[in-house]
């Protein structure tokens, strides 16, 4: 959903006019607005023949060429100019209506109308980054001939995050049907306990319903 406020912000100077930096408050990152230039005038040259020039005319004198001078260098902007610059980012952000905060798109699920953190999809956008990072590691690795021996272990590691996310998602509270985060202990919906899966005392594998022994390591299941 559309922000109904603006998120953390600053107010910089890099000697151009103030201009404001929106920070995601899920990821950090910074999105920076336009400087404002409402009397501060960028180029250099331009700012000091017109101080000069202002500084010549009677009656506005040194106070508009001072003026001048301050607004270029200044480190706080006004109620507007601050509107202003969120206007010109705002479009970069989403607000969650779950947790309340307001994140960049990149933290967004759209389909969900939720951060992703929230998202009832978190697992499978995991899954999705995990093989977007995975090609991209590959295509590296194929500028220096080291495709080959990586396209095994990528295809592994897919195939794995396919699967984790296949069955994260099938995962719903017993009582309320709500999805269920990946080694949930309750449900964030009701509260419902949730069972947790029994392992082998021996080695820690899963043991499947009613086994009596281990698969891995033939442990009797007590």
Known sequence: MQPSRMPTYSVNNDGTGPYAIFSCERCSREYRSAPSVVQAVTQSVAK?????????????????????DNDQYRTSMNQQELAQAWAQMSSSFRECPTCQQIVCTSDY??????????????AEIEAAKAQQAAAAFKGVADVFGLGGVLSESVAKASAAAAASAATAS???????GTALASGARFCASCGTPVAQPITCKQCGTELSEGARFCASCGTPVA
């Open 48 to 68: 000091s023949t017109l101080g000069g020039f202002l500084r010549n005319i009677p009656i506005v004198g040194n106070t508009a060429a001072n003026q001048l």
């Open 109 to 122: 699920d759209a389909i969900a109308d939720t951060c992703t953190d929230d998202s009832p999809r978190a």
């Open 170 to 176: 099938t995962a719903t509270c017993a009582s309320c």
